[in-house]
């Protein structure tokens, strides 16, 4: 799988809104889970919400819940992540990824393919 970001991340002030795309092609017999990860400066990688490839919504961070809505188009292979007042806490690079119907997007395993980072930053 390859994964492509059509609008990426910027610099937004806090309380704003910005939205995330990630195309995803290439041919898989598994029906993976697509995600959004985020890793902050000088943090671990965690996830951010993730949407199954019938799509479910599968994972939100505690977080996020109430900011972030993750959604897909599956006519046009793309899965979006609408961030809505945005925090400074919430600057980090995010990444899509592809994660194994067995992995976990809260736990981190499993995850199989990345997509390249964008650079998301929330200025006070």
């Known amino acids: 799988l390859r994964f492509s970001c059509r609008r990426g991340g910027g610099l937004v002030q806090a309380g704003g809104s910005l939205r995330l795309s990630c195309a995803v092609s290439g041919y898989t017999a598994v029906d993976y889970t697509i995600g959004w990860f985020r890793q902050a400066p000088g943090k671990g990688r965690e996830g951010v919400s993730c949407?199954?490839?019938?799509?479910?919504?599968?994972y939100t961070a505690d977080s996020v819940k109430g900011r972030f809505t993750i959604s897909s188009d599956n006519a046009q292979n793309t899965v979006y992540l609408q961030m809505n007042n945005l925090k400074p806490e919430d600057t980090a690079v995010y990444s899509c990824a592809a994660v194994d119907p067995r992995g976990s997007c809260q736990f981190l395993y499993g995850i199989d393919y990345w997509g390249k980072g964008t650079l998301v930053t929330v200025s006070s």
């Open positions: 949407i199954s490839a019938s799509g479910s919504i599968t």
